[in-house]
């Protein structure tokens, strides 16, 4: 893992000092509430419905052991005992008072954290694979240029004033398990016929009310020219992109209006000029930066055997482990989706606790997934079982990864400000209608996806079954959309037709997953089924009037 | 009227009022230009030679193509005073530095002391940007 130098510690610390100044002056009254907001928007400290919310920033979603143990002691600290993973493989805490905020920087600080850039019309913490390093399918390790992007976009001087927020998400497999084209800018290194890497830059893709999958605007950029591609992408951009109405303000707008060719073009010219600055840092930076990213000291002896004769346990590694580049070790994910529960939350005990394991059996490694859940990248085989029984005993061992209760949700309408609808709630109602995990597990993969408000942090656009709530008249309704995905194959989910109460959607579910189970042949998934037979068996089984009898 | 100007540079002030982009086409004696947030800055380029002074107007500090305006006119040799005016606030004054602007007419005053105290805000810099600092990079491989 990546470890600071002194000049990375002295940039955190210089923002904790600022932050602190600028707490100070809001606290005196030497500034107003409408000219701080922009100041703590940029340190991710949001007034949302209740209190504060503080999102912290998880660098390509990598932590270490004492990392993750911070974040436990800072929900205990600061907030009620729990913090929240999110959908951009962050974390948040929903209760922080103003005046504790620059304290808990400080600690963040203190185990090479922060929370730049988190929230605000600039780069957002960059997202990558979260299998990055470990997966058996990986072509390149994105996480060295996951890290160059991020000392790249930290406080860039001409690029914290966009039209609009800037995700970027980078990976290095043919399998996209970051949701790459959906992502203003989605970066997959890909190796040409010769071997050598290249940067296959997607921009232009998003969610939101406009929902798009970027095109491809750069097919192969050479890795040491990677930061002056994104510099001419984003100075094209923060040039044309539209400020006149913020919800066509991202890049996917315009890249739409003027389309990708024209897009391409101006992105070239810009790039040529670039080219001849010298703001690309050397080789030798990277290969520094890669230093940090060596495999762990794998056993090469590990065996390849696992006893799968507790069938609780056969369960939990059928769905929630994966392969491994190393013989002898295997991927495992702790899904943070009990029946019932609310989705991406874990207790500041919970938190410790994987800390620990993460210490004790994965090389010292977690990641957090935009699916909001944490993976232990790097487990010994051996060790699977002991593990599995630690994570039972704190009810950590839900053995129901991508299946129907592996819910994504937004924070929605219990805490935040731009919601229309609750999302927890209905999260809870499919968890608990479902909780049979034999009943899921027939149902095979299903990816369910819930937001709150158009805004979609809740990816509703990407999910096998999305939900998105609306306000109607002042009373929440929700749509149903069927078909979307987020990987190799992404695609926009389609509206159902009229929305439903908070019972009404968990029925509605129900029904299109017995059209699934009617309809399926041999090895489909409720995507592929979908996608055969279209939206129109699902539609006239949602919405059948209810027979007397019935 | 901006009373005040925080200028970083030791030439005279240029006493000429700014013209719009527009007009500076049309008069070959102008040496004082604005731009406002919609001009290309790079209509600007074949006429470096004759430029003193470039004002860059944020209408609203939120709109940041003032900062690519600067960057663009510093990265292609522009050496005249490059001058942000408007809604210029005390926390965006260190980044516009090192976008190349050296002098600052805000609209509510921002203090000499205060303004020196936002450039020092950050010790190190992650960018090889046009105010000649050393990036992180290039002092790690010195």
Sequence with gaps: ?550 | MVEQTLRYRSDEPVADPAVTVDAFADQSNATAVRIEPGDDARDLLPHLDRLALVEVNFPAYTDGRGYSAARILREHGYTGELRAIGDVLLDQLSHMRRCGFDSFAPNQDISREAADKAFATWPEVYQKTVDGRPAIWAKRHG
């Design chain 1, 1 to 550: 893992m990546y470890q600071y130098d002194s000049y990375d510690q002295a940039m955190v610390d210089a923002r904790v000092a600022e932050f602190r100044d600028q707490v100070n002056r809001r606290l005196a009254g030497e500034i107003t509430e409408d000219q701080f907001k922009p100041l703590r928007l940029k340190n991710g400290l949001y007034l949302q419905l209740h209190a504060y919310m503080l999102r912290v920033a998880i660098p390509y979603g990598t932590l270490n052991s004492r990392q993750m143990r911070m974040l436990g002691d800072i929900a205990d600290k600061y907030d009620r005992g729990y913090g929240h993973f999110t959908t951009r493989q962050n974390i948040q805490y929903n209760w922080i008072k103003l005046e504790q905020a620059p304290d808990l920087l400080a600690d963040l600080a203190s185990v090479e954290m922060h929370a730049i850039q988190t929230s605000g019309n600039c780069i957002r913490n960059t997202t990558a694979d979260h299998f990055a390093g470990a997966a058996a399918d990986e072509l390149v390790d994105p996480r060295p240029y996951a890290e160059l992007l991020r000392q790249w976009s930290t406080f860039h001087p001409e690029f914290d004033y966009l039209p609009r927020k800037f995700k970027i998400a980078i990976i290095g497999s043919e399998t996209d398990r970051a949701a790459m084209k959906l992502h203003d800018i989605g970066i997959q290194l890909v190796k040409n016929d010769a071997g050598e890497i290249g940067c296959k830059f997607y921009v232009g893709g998003g969610m939101g009310r406009t929902p798009m999958i970027a095109p491809v605007i750069g097919d192969f950029v050479p890795p040491l020219q990677m930061i002056s591609y994104l510099e001419a992408c984003l100075r094209v951009y923060n040039r044309y992109g539209r400020r006149d109405n913020k919800y066509k303000a991202r890049i996917k707008i315009l890249v739409h209006e003027i389309g990708a060719d024209e897009y391409r073009r101006q992105v070239e010219e810009e790039f040529a000029h670039i080219l001849t600055l010298g703001l690309e840092p050397p080789p030798a930076e990277l290969e520094r930066i890669k230093g940090f990213f060596e495999q762990p000291g794998f056993d090469a002896a590990a065996s390849d055997d696992l006893d799968l004769s507790d069938p609780d346990f056969a369960v939990w590694v059928k769905q929630n482990v994966h392969a491994h580049k190393q013989a002898g070790y295997a991927i495992a994910t702790i899904a943070l989706k009990p029946v019932g529960g609310i989705p991406g939350d874990a207790s500041a005990d919970q938190i410790r606790l994987m800390a620990d394991l993460a210490r004790d059996y994965s090389f010292d490694e977690l990641r957090v997934t935009h699916a909001q859940n944490i993976v232990l990248p790097h487990v010994k085989k051996a060790d699977l079982y002991t593990l599995w029984q630690k994570l039972d005993e704190a009810g950590l061992a839900n053995a129901n990864l991508d299946l129907i209760s592996d819910i994504i949700a937004c924070p929605g309408l219990d805490y935040c400000s731009l919601a229309n609808a609750r999302s927890i709630p209905v999260a809870q109602k499919i968890s608990e209608r479902f909780a049979d995990l034999g009943r899921q597990q027939e149902l095979g993969e299903l990816k369910l996806k819930i937001s709150g408000c158009i805004n979609a942090c809740g990816h509703h656009h990407a999910g096998h079954i999305g939900i998105l709530g609306v306000d109607r008249k002042g009373v929440e309704n929700y749509q149903l959309l069927l078909g979307g995905s987020e990987g190799a194959d992404t695609s926009l989910g389609t509206i159902t037709g009229p929305g439903f109460n908070e019972d009404g959607i968990v029925d509605a579910i129900e029904k299109a997953t017995d059209v699934y189970l009617a309809q399926r042949t041999d090895g489909e998934r409720f995507l592929d089924t979908y996608r055969r037979i279209g939206m129109a068996p699902f539609k006239e089984a949602i919405y059948a009037k209810e027979s007397v009898n019935g």
